[in-house]
């Protein structure tokens, strides 16, 4: 059974960093998959999570939102089944529960992620 499990998120200041991390287990072949990093604000569906960041299997090719360009880096250590999202300058508009999702093909859409975390709150004041 795959988990998914997001973590670092809390409370920060506008302007402030955080690095989420999430780890996967259960895929023997996580270096065979695309890792993405999505966000929902309240009132929104599943389906309506934005993308922020993917990043496809060896690391080399990578997507961001405009919103974030500059500002967020995804990586990931196939060593450690890990995927990792560095969030610099965060603004007040940030704020949401981050995802992280598992795809055979990669992509910006959540229907061709196969597992997902819980997610993790990230919380920005003003």
């Known amino acids: 059974q795959v988990q998914v499990e997001e973590s670092g998120g809390g409370l920060v200041q506008a302007g402030d960093s955080v690095m989420l991390s999430c780890v996967v287990s259960?895929?023997?072949?996580?270096?065979?998959?695309?890792m993405g990093w999505f966000r929902q604000v309240p009132g929104k569906e599943r389906e309506e999570r934005e993308c922020?960041?993917?990043?496809?299997?060896?690391?080399?090719?990578?997507y961001y939102t405009d919103s974030v360009k500059g500002r967020f880096t995804i990586s990931r250590d196939n060593a450690k089944n890990t995927v990792y999202l560095q969030m610099t300058s965060l603004r007040p508009e940030d704020a949401a529960v981050y995802y992280c999702?598992?795809?055979?093909?990669?992509?910006?859409?959540?229907?061709?992620?196969?597992?997902w975390g819980r997610g993790t709150q990230v919380t920005v004041g003003s």
């Open positions: 922020v960041a993917t990043i496809n299997y060896s690391g080399d090719t990578t």
């Open positions: 999702g598992v795809s055979a093909v990669g992509g910006t859409t959540t229907g061709v992620y196969d597992d």
């Open positions: 259960g895929r023997r072949t996580f270096d065979k998959y695309a």
